[in-house]
């Protein structure tokens, strides 16, 4: 009889645990119901991977999800279709809802800006008239920057001074970025040996860092004379030199002194 007892007590338990587990899947169920009610959703579409700049939107890359419609962004793509083919504009990240403006059907012309790399500035150096329209500089090829500049020291007690050219080697391997349209200019005098003042040509744009392109700067508004010296594409060194003076022409070369000149009688 206990046996019987304990049977039918299990029994018991057994239809009651059943009962307690209908009763909540049925709550449960209805609190679905009565969230999706209340909730409205609609689909949008989502990236499932990191899509580059310009990169072209695949079926693979993109996902429809339901999403609360009180938060869905304007102008969100609703289907596929509406962005396979096109072409991002910006990156697009993975799980970002697409929005119309995120895709077009033709990449963006790349500007020049989208060339420099970072950290890293393009200037304007004018062609020197010496070799404006005669040597055919390429966008890649290597200079080296060469000027001379008049320079002015004091002497004696500090009441004179002195001055005289000076001639150095400035920015070294420096990269022709891209070269310019060509400068149209207004015809100027010719000098005594009748060739035309200035020069007219191509400036070169050039890539430099930011400190360089200050220095750059200071180059060409120092009224110095500026010529290019082309470097081997093999050669990155950065050269020591020393600068070049009269007195060091007339040391290295032996040159002499003329004494004064007498008028003959």
Known sequence: MKRRGALALMALGILLAGGASVIVLGIARQAGEVNRAVVPQVYVVMATREIPDQGIVTPDALVVRPFPAEFAPVGAVSQPEQAVGKFAVGTIYKDQIL????VSTGRRAPTM???????RV???????????GQ????PGDRLDILLSLTLTRPVGDQTGT???LS????LQNVEIFAIGEQIQTEAQPADKNNQPKGPSGQPLALLLDHQDA????????SGGVIDLALRSSDEERIVRTDAVTVDSIA???????????RNEQ
């Open 99 to 102: 929005l119309n403006g995120h």
């Open 113 to 119: 800006s989208d060339r420099v790399p970072p950290g």
């Open 122 to 132: 393009v200037v304007w150096l004018p062609m020197p008239a010496l070799i404006a």
């Open 135 to 138: 040597i055919g500089f390429r």
């Open 162 to 164: 002195a001055q005289g």
């Open 167 to 170: 001639t150095q080697v400035t």
């Open 214 to 221: 200050i220095i750059l700067k200071y180059i060409k508004d």
């Open 251 to 261: 040391e290295r070369f032996r040159f002499r002194v003329p004494t004064e000149v």
